[in-house]
């Protein structure tokens, strides 16, 4: 999708650092989640995960909206302990019929290895500490105002923000979000050319009023000619 234009070159320089970094892609093929992958899962590559994966986390999030979080949770792994202890009653059952010494059947997954190396730990609090570093800095120049214009556009976003908050919750946003996740993504790649034509449109449109607007504010204009 083409990137926003109303960014300024304040913020767009310090947003555009954190995801250059060497470091960055070292910590991505030290261990954390492969762009490739969500990318596959969300552009249903594979439409069995990927059904999965959504029918899984839209129930999750609808019964959020109906229930509380500890009635879902509690839920969850009563569901889940039902499935595995009927399995396990089950297979005991077989083996004692059939005279059996197949053992456990859980056993492949009992001896998995899933203990967390202090390498991988260290990648992902490198990595984790990287974004929060840049979150922050990114917070402390639209609060403290270092470019009049993006912390106006900030104030602008909440503002909508209170209206759509006394529409929608958080959950229904959550919601909302992973529809659109799912299905923008595919539509975007069906019709990519036409939509990245009105989008450039779009953005000329918001460049000359931006352009606009900053040419009326002393302040900018003079950090500008500085």
Known sequence: ???PATQSPYISSSAGGGSSEPGGRDFKGAGS?????????????DVKK????FSTTLILLLSLAAFSVISVISYLILALLS???SFRVYKSIIQAVQKSEEGHPFRTYLDVDIALSSEAFHNYVSAGMTHINHALKLILRLFLV?????????????????YVGAVF?????LILAELLVFSVPVVYEKYKTQIDHYVGIARDQIKSVVTKIQAKLPGVVKKKAE
């Open 1 to 3: 999708m083409a990137e």
């Open 169 to 173: 919750n958080g959950i229904t946003l």
């Open 146 to 162: 270092e470019d009049l214009v993006d912390s106006l556009k900030l104030a602008v976003v909440m503002w909508l923000m209170t």
């Open 33 to 45: 989640p492969h762009p490739c992958a969500v990318r596959d899962l969300i552009f249903w590559r």
């Open 83 to 85: 499935v595995t202890i």
């Open 50 to 53: 990927t059904g999965l994966v």
